[in-house]
């Protein structure tokens, strides 16, 4: 099955992944304009009053892109939905993303008909992430357009199976749009994940070392420092399993070799503080050596992906 029309704009089958804290207008921005679809989660926007400017300055900024240089027109964008039941912003952000047709919404924690519905009316599409086949089933049962698999090694609320094993599972049932996360970091990879079977690769945690992103300098540097083996995979922190840097974990005080389980009936995704003083990250970073713009990652990768591709065609 062919991808969306809106995807056609994409110069590299990439989509940047919505990094909680991390994502704000100026990096999705850069992004839609190198050739990726920029994200960025709808509570990043706070108060909630801010997600109607946001919205307005990345639609601006697309469209004055778009003028200026139509022979490069900008990717689209997305905003990424909180859909569990512990947003209370879920109802007013939905509002606010219809208001401005919104072209991707990503959706995480839950699947909503409803949800689904109201996207589609204003002319968009939905992609749900999941981390087993179970979940991709159900997603698409609710009416998403596509689905976003989040595999072993994906940064912050990652999954635990093995990417090969997840593509293997959803593409024997499902042939719509198929994103893949899970330690994808350089050209080489992207194409990878495409020859497994999916469409686009989900990157998130190399854009944390780059010029746009709202991350601290300490947090850039600790991308650029650290390797897979620096990664912790806990549930201490939201309630739900995910990966984080061992670095923030020491300065927190715990000890990162004996942390406790969390209780899942305390979920909570909406506090800054855990992210803000926990950093997320997947295991690819060790691709990752400087803090820089987001276009020059993007151009690496580019140049990385046709490389790639003709190493294959010898």
């Not at 970073?285 to 010898?314: K, S």
């Amino acid at each position: 099955m062919a991808l969306p029309a809106l995807f056609d704009r994409l110069r590299l089958p990439v989509i940047g992944s919505p990094l909680f804290i991390i994502s704000c207008p100026e990096l999705v921005i850069a992004q839609c304009k190198a050739g990726i679809v920029g994200s960025f989660p709808a509570l990043n926007a706070r108060p909630q009053s801010q997600l109607d400017e946001w919205l307005h300055q990345i639609t601006e900024e697309l469209a004055a892109w778009d003028r200026d240089h139509p022979d490069t027109p900008a990717a689209p964008f997305a905003v990424n939905q909180i859909v569990h039941r512990s947003n209370p912003r879920l109802e007013e952000d939905v509002a606010t993303c219809a208001k401005w047709k919104v072209p991707i919404v990503i959706t995480s924690l839950g699947a909503r008909p409803e949800l689904n519905d109201a996207v589609h009316g204003w002319g968009g599409i939905t992609l749900h992430d999941v981390i087993d086949d179970r979940f991709a089933h159900k997603a698409i049962e609710k009416g998403a357009d596509g689905l976003i698999l989040v595999a072993a090694g994906a940064g912050g609320h990652a999954g635990r199976l093995s990417p090969f094993a997840l593509v293997q599972e959803v593409r024997a049932w499902f042939d719509g749009p198929v994103a893949l996360s899970g330690s994808i970091a350089t050209g080489g990879a992207i194409l990878a994940a495409q020859a497994m079977g999916a469409d686009l690769a989900y990157i998130g945690s190399p854009f944390i070392a780059t010029d746009e992103a709202n991350a601290i300098a300490a947090y850039k540097q600790a991308i650029v420092d650290s390797h897979a083996e620096d990664i912790v995979y806990s549930n201490l922190f939201t309630g739900v399993h995910g990966n984080y840097l061992r670095a923030s974990i020491v300065n927190a005080g715990l000890d990162p070799e004996n942390l406790p389980e969390s209780d899942p009936s305390a979920m909570n995704f909406g506090g800054a503080k855990a992210w803000k003083d926990i950093w997320g990250s997947g295991q690819g970073i060790g691709a990752v050596h400087a803090v820089e713009p987001a276009a020059t990652r993007i151009a690496r990768m580019r140049e990385e992906y046709a490389a790639a591709r003709a190493r294959l065609a010898l």
